[in-house]
């Protein structure tokens, strides 16, 4: 129409376009100054975090003139606000009420008066799953508010490789109590439980841990290859043993004549009791003693005694003086479950610095989870501001339909992005939650959201040290440095008491031997003999007789068992030197793995804090590239999708500052392990680990 109108009449018209015109600009301008003003309006309800005040004069001077876009969320490094929530979190779970305390750990050895327990079995308290009170104390709104110190406390009380464990202690006072009666150590696995998913550093829970330690096959961790490990003489039982044995005969025997019993039927009723008594030594000194008490009728004419009363009294004592002589060789298993509960001492050490590096690697990748999740959260709040403001300036024809679309791409992304970041964030609470609960199965516990409250780790001295001295501290307070040096004591007292083995069963014994004979006469005994008799008429005489010297038997004696080759002792001692040189070198390795551990970590740290240096800088650029872009665009010079991504890289930059600020934490929280500092760098007393209740910790 106005081509038509320019033709009919140009010059005519000519000057009432450009009134229209001018009118229609300035509908246009009030129109784009309401709607700046509604997203200023909007912006001052929402308040957003992530403003920085950075601008320089000239934006100043600019933002005093325009409506400014959508501001960016806060930063990682400066979130104010944020930071103040979490620090009124803070204060609120401080002002939570004394925790209650749950039953602390306690299985003992069976003990009792009762002559007859040891012979009844023993029971074991059942297994306790109940969470400890300190979990519900640190729930509030339906959230587990959580900080690092309250996750090592849980783990503490609730983490059930730690439960697991805590039964080493019991089992190796058991395999004491069985080598104190000559029995053979059956060993405690010390090796490290690793039953809790999630936070495994990548050098390895074991290594540092002790979980490869030699010491684990010394504390019979077992396996198909048979060791040599206690080998030697055998051992008899320590635990006295006692024998009684009892029987009522009756005998009838046809006779082929009379001339043997002088009756064609010989009948006998016989009673006869024997017991006896024996026990050996820690010397291999052993002794037996044995009664034996007979009472017997017969029908035979040619008995003199009928019944005749027997007793019988017999001490032996049996002295090795080669094989199987010495404390050494007889107390070698009790020496062993010793050492074994030393090294189960220190495998339980070993077990809680695993324990507590895994949950504070499992609670800073919540923690980076977490900020992520939020990051996300803001880039999608920003997208939709802007897309709503594009909406806005499309509905008055100032900008192309396609930068709508962009945006709208733009708000699809954020969307993925924030429903991946969620979802990885509700693994890590799941994670976090298995590790610091003996059961989930509350449905309002499996669900429950976990708040981090320490969203950043204190400086650790570590971090300064000369590498030379972190090995050395390291070689003093790891566990499994002290494990393996008592596994090559264990291995050098095999040496010595396998030796014995070789020599041959040489033992000294002497014998007492008292005999009493006693009855009535027999009423049918033969007038063609003498029946009569001076023998005591009961069993007290005849007992009496039996240590009245009257009948004794003295012997002293030796007895010597050689074996002719003797190949499998040989062998056997041959393999024990074999396996020790095997453990010299064992023991030597691992020297070297600590040494390369403790370095590895120490760059592993430097690397780490490098890169959250970078990472700081990367985002301080990415801020202020954020920063010129909103200035320019309210400027005019800059579309609201180029702020917007301006702000989608600062997004990026922040993930990858919590990233890297994840990775400085745990690389802190692996030096730690490495070096063996990990229990005093967090407080946590040995003696409530063993227990499972915290009263020492101290946050």
């Given at each position: 129409m106005d081509g038509e109108g320019h033709g009919a009449s140009g010059s005519r018209r000519g000057g009432e376009r450009i009134v229209k015109n001018g009118s229609r600009v300035q509908q246009q301008l009030m129109a784009v100054a309401l709607c700046c003003l509604v997203s200023s309006s909007t912006l001052a309800q929402t308040a957003p975090a992530r403003q920085q005040q950075q601008t320089t004069p000239d934006a100043a001077t600019s933002s005093q003139q325009q409506t400014p876009p959508p501001d960016?969320?806060?930063?990682?490094?400066?979130?104010?606000?944020?930071?103040?929530?979490?620090?009124?979190?803070?204060?609120?779970?401080?002002?939570?009420?004394?925790?209650?305390?749950?039953?602390?750990?306690?299985?003992?050895?069976?003990?009792?008066?009762?002559?007859?327990?040891?012979?009844?079995?023993?029971?074991?308290?059942?297994?306790?799953?109940?969470?400890?009170?300190?979990?519900?104390?640190?729930?509030?709104?339906?959230?587990?508010?959580?900080?690092l110190h309250d996750a090592i406390a849980l783990a503490i009380e609730n983490n059930l490789d730690l439960a697991y464990f805590r039964y080493n202690f019991p089992t190796a006072q058991a395999d004491i109590l069985r080598t104190k009666a000559g029995g053979q150590a059956n060993g405690v696995n010390t090796a490290i439980a690793q039953g809790t998913q999630g936070g495994f550093s990548s050098s390895g829970v074991g290594s540092g841990g002790g979980g490869s330690s030699s010491g684990v096959t010394a504390a019979g961790a077992g396996g198909l290859v048979t060791s040599t490990l206690g080998g030697g003489a055998p051992i008899s039982s320590f635990d006295p043993h006692l024998s009684v044995v009892g029987l009522v005969d009756h005998t009838t025997l046809v006779q082929a004549n009379k001339s043997q019993y002088g009756v064609p039927i010989l009948k006998q009723n016989t009673i006869e009791v024997e017991s006896s008594y024996s026990q050996a030594f820690s010397l291999g000194t052993n002794f037996t003693v044995t009664d034996f008490g007979f009472r017997q009728t017969t029908n035979s004419i040619y008995n003199i005694l009928s019944p005749q009363l027997t007793t019988n009294f017999n001490l032996t004592i049996n002295q090795p003086l080669l094989q199987g002589f010495g404390l050494a060789t007889n107390q070698r298993f009790m020496h062993i479950a010793k050492k074994n509960l030393e090294l189960t001492d220190l495998g339980f050490r070993a077990q809680v610095i695993a324990t507590i590096t895994q949950v504070q690697n499992i609670y800073w990748d919540l923690v980076s989870a977490y900020q992520d999740a939020q990051i996300k959260e803001r880039s999608l709040a920003y997208a939709n501001e802007t897309l709503s403001d594009d909406q806005k300036q499309l509905e008055l024809q100032n900008i192309p339909a396609m930068q709508v679309m962009k945006d709208q791409a733009a708000v699809a992304t954020a969307e993925g992005d924030l429903t991946v970041a969620r979802a990885t964030l509700r693994l890590n609470e799941l994670l976090i939650k298995n590790a610091l609960t003996k059961s989930i199965d509350d449905p309002a516990l499996a669900e429950m959201p976990v708040v981090p409250l320490d969203l950043t780790g204190t400086s650790d001295p570590k971090a300064e040290e000369p590498i030379d001295q972190l090995i050395t501290e390291a070689e003093k307070n790891r566990p499994d440095v002290a494990e393996d040096q008592i596994a090559m004591q264990i291995a050098q007292n095999n040496l010595k008491t396998i030796k014995n083995e070789l020599l041959p069963r040489l033992s000294l014994y002497g014998q007492f031997i008292g005999e009493g004979i006693g009855g009535l006469p027999n009423p049918v005994c033969s007038q063609n003999i003498d029946c009569t008799t001076t023998l005591p008429t009961d069993f007290a005489g005849a007992f009496t007789n039996t240590f009245n010297y009257s009948s004794p038997e003295y012997q002293v004696g030796f007895s010597l068992d050689i074996t002719l080759r003797n190949r499998v002792a040989k062998a056997d001692q041959f393999r024990a030197v074999l396996d020790y040189r095997q453990k010299e070198l064992t023991f030597e390795q691992q020297k070297k793995q600590i040494l390369l551990d403790v370095r590895n970590s120490q760059y592993a740290l430097q690397q780490a804090q490098a890169r959250v240096t970078a990472a700081q800088k990367a985002r301080d650029l990415a801020q202020k590239t954020f920063d010129i872009s909103k200035q320019e665009q309210k400027l005019g010079a800059m579309s609201a999708y180029d702020t917007l991504a301006s702000e989608q890289a600062l997004a990026v930059a922040e993930s990858a500052l919590v990233v890297a600020q994840t990775a400085y934490e745990k690389a802190k929280v692996d030096i730690d392990r490495a070096t063996g500092f990990t229990l005093d760098r967090t407080a946590v007393s040995i003696d409530d680990a063993k227990s499972g209740v915290v009263t020492h910790m101290q946050p």
């Amino acid at each position: 129409m106005d081509g038509e109108g320019h033709g009919a009449s140009g010059s005519r018209r000519g000057g009432e376009r450009i009134v229209k015109n001018g009118s229609r600009v300035q509908q246009q301008l009030m129109a784009v100054a309401l709607c700046c003003l509604v997203s200023s309006s909007t912006l001052a309800q929402t308040a957003p975090a992530r403003q920085q005040q950075q601008t320089t004069p000239d934006a100043a001077t600019s933002s005093q003139q325009q409506t400014p876009p959508p501001d960016a969320p806060s930063s990682v490094a400066t979130p104010a606000p944020q930071q103040a929530t979490i620090a009124q979190q803070a204060q609120q779970a401080q002002q939570v009420g004394p925790v209650g305390q749950q039953a602390p750990f306690h299985v003992e050895l069976p003990h009792s008066h009762n002559p007859l327990s040891p012979y009844m079995p023993s029971n074991v308290p059942p297994v306790n799953l109940t969470n400890s009170p300190r979990l519900q104390s640190l729930v509030r709104d339906g959230k587990l508010y959580l900080s690092l110190h309250d996750a090592i406390a849980l783990a503490i009380e609730n983490n059930l490789d730690l439960a697991y464990f805590r039964y080493n202690f019991p089992t190796a006072q058991a395999d004491i109590l069985r080598t104190k009666a000559g029995g053979q150590a059956n060993g405690v696995n010390t090796a490290i439980a690793q039953g809790t998913q999630g936070g495994f550093s990548s050098s390895g829970v074991g290594s540092g841990g002790g979980g490869s330690s030699s010491g684990v096959t010394a504390a019979g961790a077992g396996g198909l290859v048979t060791s040599t490990l206690g080998g030697g003489a055998p051992i008899s039982s320590f635990d006295p043993h006692l024998s009684v044995v009892g029987l009522v005969d009756h005998t009838t025997l046809v006779q082929a004549n009379k001339s043997q019993y002088g009756v064609p039927i010989l009948k006998q009723n016989t009673i006869e009791v024997e017991s006896s008594y024996s026990q050996a030594f820690s010397l291999g000194t052993n002794f037996t003693v044995t009664d034996f008490g007979f009472r017997q009728t017969t029908n035979s004419i040619y008995n003199i005694l009928s019944p005749q009363l027997t007793t019988n009294f017999n001490l032996t004592i049996n002295q090795p003086l080669l094989q199987g002589f010495g404390l050494a060789t007889n107390q070698r298993f009790m020496h062993i479950a010793k050492k074994n509960l030393e090294l189960t001492d220190l495998g339980f050490r070993a077990q809680v610095i695993a324990t507590i590096t895994q949950v504070q690697n499992i609670y800073w990748d919540l923690v980076s989870a977490y900020q992520d999740a939020q990051i996300k959260e803001r880039s999608l709040a920003y997208a939709n501001e802007t897309l709503s403001d594009d909406q806005k300036q499309l509905e008055l024809q100032n900008i192309p339909a396609m930068q709508v679309m962009k945006d709208q791409a733009a708000v699809a992304t954020a969307e993925g992005d924030l429903t991946v970041a969620r979802a990885t964030l509700r693994l890590n609470e799941l994670l976090i939650k298995n590790a610091l609960t003996k059961s989930i199965d509350d449905p309002a516990l499996a669900e429950m959201p976990v708040v981090p409250l320490d969203l950043t780790g204190t400086s650790d001295p570590k971090a300064e040290e000369p590498i030379d001295q972190l090995i050395t501290e390291a070689e003093k307070n790891r566990p499994d440095v002290a494990e393996d040096q008592i596994a090559m004591q264990i291995a050098q007292n095999n040496l010595k008491t396998i030796k014995n083995e070789l020599l041959p069963r040489l033992s000294l014994y002497g014998q007492f031997i008292g005999e009493g004979i006693g009855g009535l006469p027999n009423p049918v005994c033969s007038q063609n003999i003498d029946c009569t008799t001076t023998l005591p008429t009961d069993f007290a005489g005849a007992f009496t007789n039996t240590f009245n010297y009257s009948s004794p038997e003295y012997q002293v004696g030796f007895s010597l068992d050689i074996t002719l080759r003797n190949r499998v002792a040989k062998a056997d001692q041959f393999r024990a030197v074999l396996d020790y040189r095997q453990k010299e070198l064992t023991f030597e390795q691992q020297k070297k793995q600590i040494l390369l551990d403790v370095r590895n970590s120490q760059y592993a740290l430097q690397q780490a804090q490098a890169r959250v240096t970078a990472a700081q800088k990367a985002r301080d650029l990415a801020q202020k590239t954020f920063d010129i872009s909103k200035q320019e665009q309210k400027l005019g010079a800059m579309s609201a999708y180029d702020t917007l991504a301006s702000e989608q890289a600062l997004a990026v930059a922040e993930s990858a500052l919590v990233v890297a600020q994840t990775a400085y934490e745990k690389a802190k929280v692996d030096i730690d392990r490495a070096t063996g500092f990990t229990l005093d760098r967090t407080a946590v007393s040995i003696d409530d680990a063993k227990s499972g209740v915290v009263t020492h910790m101290q946050p």
